[in-house]
């Protein structure tokens, strides 16, 4: 996007926030919402195990501990387009974390997106949680009061001007947030629904799986993939090229609750994901996951025409695959189950952005240690191997061979992903 071009986009949401804020002030939208009764939360033993699950189905560990760090102090750098943002303290430290608050303030800030220090980014992703129930919510406040104090003073807020600015965040929740509850779909299965619900409201599946706008909010085309902190989350549509349409309801079950199916195994912020949620989920919830992603309109991606065997950057990339991951991948592309993913027919691979399929042949990857796969295998990384010529061009090959088809990986691409990553912490190891 241009510089000018975003300006006036800036300048049009400042506006709106403006304008967002005396109209929320004036008529008080933010005191509409059904108030939470603080009485739900009785601290009882079965209501802090719910309260743990609840926090396991919203990921809520993932965003707010830095890895190796003390639990839920906050101060994980979210790498966004406007720049970073800090995590809060949400420990029950008085001074630095959440330790005052009571469940109507819990609630505001998790379900609509007013904190501390007024409105939050929606980095916490709120927007989702707003669809969660009265009962979910007081089981979490009940959890979340059980954790340790932690003293840690996080900075949140380190964004650039105009970014820094709060108040614009009123405009963009008129703009992009729609603050209500979860409503079933008439007319489906009880399964349908419960998948919806988790989809939608704590798992927040579409803050990486749909791709955002210039400021943001999420596109018209829910789930058909989207691209977070240099990474690609592919598209969890049943497209058949790009998506889930190969995937059985057993493999994706797999694949959230050991970070392995036949097709894929979960590297970055997935493998984080897996790790911190959806592994600890039932059986059940993650059957009602899959039986409600399967049933979603397939997106509109098409496949494009493979690159012929003959390509130049073909018989370069096939010569990098015989020598450098053969081995392991096989030269039929089909991996091994449930260790090395199969090449062919993978969506990831198939996607038009192949900026994982990057990073994970730079950085390597660890498969997530779970409960269900507690020896996950990992794959080298090539930075230090392979020049940016030779990884594009295997990208190239694979993204091409064995029916799959998509568009070439550059050179170019690889040397800005490796920037990208030398830049930020890596989400792999
Ligand atoms: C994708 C990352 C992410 C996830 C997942 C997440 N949060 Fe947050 N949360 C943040 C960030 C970032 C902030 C700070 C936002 C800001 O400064 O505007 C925040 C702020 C908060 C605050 C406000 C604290 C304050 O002092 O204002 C609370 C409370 C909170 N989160 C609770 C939760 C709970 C409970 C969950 C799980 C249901 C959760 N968060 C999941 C990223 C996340
Ligand atoms: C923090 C961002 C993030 C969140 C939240 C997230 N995902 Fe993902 N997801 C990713 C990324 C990135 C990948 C690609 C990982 C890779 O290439 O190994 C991925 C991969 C997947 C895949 C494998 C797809 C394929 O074709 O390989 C499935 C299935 C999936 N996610 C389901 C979910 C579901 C269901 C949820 C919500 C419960 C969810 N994800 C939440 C980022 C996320
Ligand atoms: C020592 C065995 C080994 C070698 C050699 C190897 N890989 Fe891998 N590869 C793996 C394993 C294991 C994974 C799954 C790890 C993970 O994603 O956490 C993987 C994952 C991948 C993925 C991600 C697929 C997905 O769906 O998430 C790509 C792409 C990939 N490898 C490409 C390559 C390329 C290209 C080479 C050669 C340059 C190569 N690999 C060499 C073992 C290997």
Redesign the pocket.
């Known amino acids: 996007m241009k510089k000018t071009t975003l300006f006036a986009a800036l300048a049009g949401c400042a506006v709106i926030g403006g304008l967002g804020f005396i109209g929320l002030a004036e008529y008080g939208q933010h005191k509409s919402f059904t108030a939470i009764d603080a009485k739900a939360v009785t601290g009882a033993a079965d209501q802090i195990t719910r309260g743990q699950y609840v926090a396991a189905m919203g990921?809520c560990a993932a965003c707010h501990s830095v890895p190796g760090a003390q639990p839920y102090a906050g101060g994980y750098a979210l790498q966004t387009p406007f720049g970073v943002i800090k995590s809060s303290n949400i420990t029950q430290d008085v001074e630095t974390g959440i330790g005052d608050w009571n469940l109507a303030q819990f609630d505001k800030a998790v379900r609509h997106g007013i904190g501390s220090h007024g409105y939050l980014y929606p980095a916490m992703p709120y927007t989702a949680y707003s669809k969660m129930t009265h009962q979910d919510m007081a089981d979490l406040w009940a959890y979340i009061k059980t954790l340790p104090a932690v003293r840690q003073k996080v900075v949140e807020n380190e964004l650039p001007f105009p970014y820094n600015q709060r108040l614009l965040l009123a405009g963009w929740n008129l703009l992009f947030f729609k603050d209500q509850v979860f409503t079933p779909i008439p007319g489906v299965t009880a399964a349908i629904n419960r998948g919806d619900y988790?989809?939608n409201g704590p798992?927040?599946?579409a803050?990486?799986?749909t791709a955002k706008n210039a400021l943001g909010g999420d596109v018209a085309a829910a789930f058909a993939g989207g691209t977070?902190q240099g990474?690609?989350?592919?598209d969890?549509t049943p497209n058949p090229h790009t998506g889930?349409g190969k995937w059985s309801n057993e493999d994706?079950v797999s694949?959230?609750k050991t970070g392995t199916s036949r097709?894929?195994?979960?590297?970055?912020?997935?493998m984080?994901?897996v790790e911190n949620?959806?592994q600890y989920l039932t059986d059940d919830d993650l059957h009602s996951?899959t039986a409600y992603?399967q049933q979603l309109p397939a997106s509109q991606a098409t496949p494009t025409v493979a690159i012929g065997a003959n390509d130049a950057q073909m018989v370069q990339g096939k010569l990098v695959y015989e020598s450098q991951c053969e081995a392991c991948h096989t030269a039929s592309g089909d991996g091994v189950r449930r260790m090395i993913p199969q090449q062919s027919g993978?969506?990831?691979v198939n996607a038009a952005d192949a900026s994982?399929l990057i990073n994970?042949v730079l950085k390597g990857a660890d498969a997530p240690l779970t409960a269900g796969n507690p020896t996950g295998a990992g794959m080298p990384g090539f930075d230090w191997k392979l020049a940016d010529e030779d990884v594009a061009a295997v990208q190239t090959y694979i993204r091409n061979s064995w029916g799959n088809s998509a568009g070439k990986v550059t050179a170019q691409q690889v040397a800005a992903a490796r920037k990208q990553l030398d830049a930020q912490p890596w989400a792999g190891h």
């Open positions: 990921d988790l989809v798992g927040h599946c803050a990486c799986h977070l990474w690609h989350a592919p969890l889930l994706v694949y959230l097709q894929a195994v979960a590297a970055g912020p997935m984080e994901a949620s959806t996951i992603l993978n969506a990831q994982s994970v």
